[in-house]
């Protein structure tokens, strides 16, 4: 367990805390910036999250430094991310702030991409994101970022940057699917 594996452990071990701030019975009351109004605990998460999702750079800024790249950390971080993304687009669903539909499809190519990750490692393959994956959790991020903030500073120019991230996310989360599967396609096409 090195320290970029521990650091993605952090990340995962974020995930209840994040959660139970977001969804727990607290009333901490509302920040008004502005005209807008927005919980206290929405802010609060939003920056555990903002604070998890920073631990996935972290992460891999040291495993590619120190030269600690391992299998047990090409298959922790992505999970890590699948994780930290799918229980934040459940809770933006569950507080309205996100469509079902759109969290349904990418949490179902996180599933798809799990799934062949999981036949390549049958055949003693470990697939590490590639820069199309990274760039699509990083949309995933910021995007629910925005969302857990209601869309603030943008709310206040009237601008939907959230919505609008939201959508650039799906397009890269299906995207990178799309590149992964097709890259990865000899798993189906030499199965027996």
Do not use: C
């Not at 998460?45 to 800024?61: E, M, N, P, R």
């Not at 030269?67 to 994780?83: E, I, M, S």
């Not at 309205?96 to 055949?123: C, K, N």
């Amino acid at each position: 367990m090195n320290l970029p594996n521990r650091i993605t452990v952090s990340r995962i071990m974020l995930i209840p805390i994040f959660m139970i701030v977001m969804l727990g019975d607290f009333n901490w009351g509302n920040w008004s910036v502005g005209e807008e109004v927005i919980p206290v605990k929405h802010v609060v998460g939003a920056l555990i999250f903002i604070l998890a999702s920073t631990t996935d750079w972290i992460d891999g800024y040291y495993a590619r430094k120190l030269g600690l790249v391992t299998n047990l950390g090409k298959f922790l971080d992505p999970l890590a991310d699948k994780l930290l993304v799918s229980s934040a687009l459940i809770i933006l669903v569950e507080i309205g702030a996100a469509p079902s539909w759109i969290v349904i499809l990418i949490i179902s190519r996180e599933f798809a991409v799990t799934g062949l990750r999981l036949v390549l490692a049958g055949e003693g393959e470990v697939v590490a994101a590639n820069m199309l994956g990274k760039i699509k959790t990083w949309t995933q991020i910021v995007a629910i970022s925005a969302l857990l903030l209601h869309n603030i500073p943008f709310e206040w120019i009237s601008f939907p940057f959230a919505d609008i991230a939201l959508w650039v996310s799906l397009f890269f989360t299906i995207l990178s699917g799309w590149d992964y599967f097709m890259k990865n396609k000899h798993a189906f096409v030499n199965s027996k």
